[in-house]
């Protein structure tokens, strides 16, 4: 639904691999090599992440959904070519299943819940919104607007909001560097929150306040 890359979701995947831990890659069409120790599956649909993210959920402590899935898809597929006229074509759209919405909301779930959020606007304000309305643990947020960061650039800058009201930042830097960082944070609040060692990433890839919390400082290359 946007020209996300991939960039920062299969550098969560190479992180979480090189920290020791096992990693199921959920992806869609992107230009990027997956990691050779990932359990790598394809999907090109909305529907055909839906299910294949619940499909492996269960299987692991933690699900980083980093994917832009598209919000819409059209309510009818045509079987044959529509031809070329010279009056207007409308096409109706209908919202698409909410993959995080639905994990945030399982009743049942051993997993942490981690959605992100791509914003233009009150990064900080957004993501708090997210995270009580999809029921993440985590949300990851960062400002979409800025030319030299963010989608198809190799730097980011994230703001990251934690359901215990811990808020944290990382200054622009490689997103390599970012996600060995998020990394770190994801697999100790899924340790504190269901008392777990060994921890299993899943990643998907097509995500009151606490005055003065300490951040995350920033790495230089």
């Not at 990693?23 to 529907?47: E, K, M, Y």
């Not at 919104?129 to 993440?136: A, G, P, S």
């Not at 949300?139 to 944290?168: C, H, K, Q, Y």
Request: aromatic share 4%.
């Amino acid at each position: 639904s946007n020209r996300s890359s991939g960039k920062m979701g299969y550098a969560i995947a190479e992180a979480a691999l090189d920290a020791g831990h096992d990693v199921i890659l959920i992806s869609g069409p992107v230009n990027l090599a997956p990691p050779d120790d990932a359990t790598f599956v394809r999907v090109s649909t909305s529907d055909e992440m839906f299910d294949t993210v619940h499909r492996h959920a269960d299987k692991c402590d933690v699900c980083v959904m980093c994917a832009a899935v598209a919000d819409y898809k059209p309510a009818k597929v045509s079987t044959a070519k529509i031809k070329k006229r010279r009056e207007k074509v409308s096409l109706e759209l209908i919202p698409t299943r909410d993959v995080l919405d639905s994990l945030g909301h399982r009743r049942d779930r051993q997993f942490l819940v981690v959605g992100f959020a791509a914003e233009t606007s009150d990064v900080q304000e957004n993501a708090e919104r997210k995270l009580r309305e999809k029921n993440c643990d985590i949300v990851v947020a960062n400002d979409v607007s800025s030319a030299d960061s963010g989608m198809d650039s190799d730097l980011n800058e994230v703001t990251i909001v934690l359901r215990n009201g811990e808020r944290r930042k990382i200054l622009r830097t490689q997103k390599k560097i970012i996600a060995r960082e998020l990394v770190k944070i994801f697999v100790k609040s899924a340790t504190i929150m269901f008392d777990k060692k060994n921890v299993t990433v899943t990643e998907t890839q097509l995500s009151e306040v606490i005055p003065n919390s300490s951040p995350v400082p920033r790495v230089a290359d």
